[in-house]
């Protein structure tokens, strides 16, 4: 049996009904502890991973924008997917140094700079052997990713000033994320199938909905094979050029 990957209209139903949970989703956010960091962006070299309820919030800003902005904004998502094993090419959201869904963005983002040096390496520690174990799947496919991009990590930054760190903020930051992970069970088993199948990446999602699942990954092996060889990222840009957003995307 073929894994349950979502449809368009899945995602719209999603919409339609998740917005109790994306408003105590803000509820939750609001009451996070404040920071003074002026939005500089060096943090947005990543997307995060996000639970589904900040991925439907995301969303729901996106539909907000023209469509010609949200075509722009999608395709640079689906770039992000398929070269990130490649290249860091930063967060698809940033726009310069904005981000263009900043009153929605993640708890990932939200928490960058919060949390104790000593738990931010204890996190990094996890990223890196969560990408090591990807590393190695990809190695057993014979394509050898770069290693500078998989240790890549953006650096714990002490420019945010937050409103009360320490031991503190770090229980509170994880009873935030806890809480944000209960709140997306609350849409039922689609959040687990978020977590599990996407692994809670918001531009895996994207890209197997406008381009389906098993060709998203076949585009991105063949992507990544072909930009180790040859350095080009051109077929890249020919097949991003020639998207076009199925009518459903039309959120
Ligand atoms: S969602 Fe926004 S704040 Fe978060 S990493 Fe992306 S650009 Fe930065």
Known sequence: MSPDFFTWPE???LLARSLPQRQALQRLYARLPTTRCRRRAHCCALLPE???????AALAAIQEFPSERRLDLLKKAIRYFLVNPLEI?????????DCLIYADR?????????????????RAGANRQAKSQMREQW????????????????????KVEPDGAGPEADRELIAAEEAIEKIADYLGPEADRFRNLYFSDLSFLLAGLLLGVPEALRLK????????????RKRL??????????DAAQV
């Not at 090419?89 to 140094?97: E, R």
């Not at 770069?146 to 930054?157: K, L, R, S």
């Open 11 to 13: 995602i719209q139903a």
């Open 139 to 158: 190695l057993r496919l014979g394509v050898r990713l770069p290693t500078a991009v998989f240790d890549f990590q953006v650096p714990y930054c002490r």
């Open 89 to 97: 090419t930063s967060c698809p959201f940033l726009a310069g140094a």
């Open 221 to 232: 092996f063949t992507l990544v094979q072909e930009g180790l060889r040859t350095g080009s």
């Open 237 to 246: 840009d020919e097949t991003l050029l020639g998207l076009e957003l199925p």
């Open 106 to 122: 993640f708890f990932g983002c939200r928490a960058y700079g919060l949390w104790s040096p000593e738990e931010y390496e204890r």
């Open 50 to 56: 996000a639970s589904l309820v900040e991925v439907l």
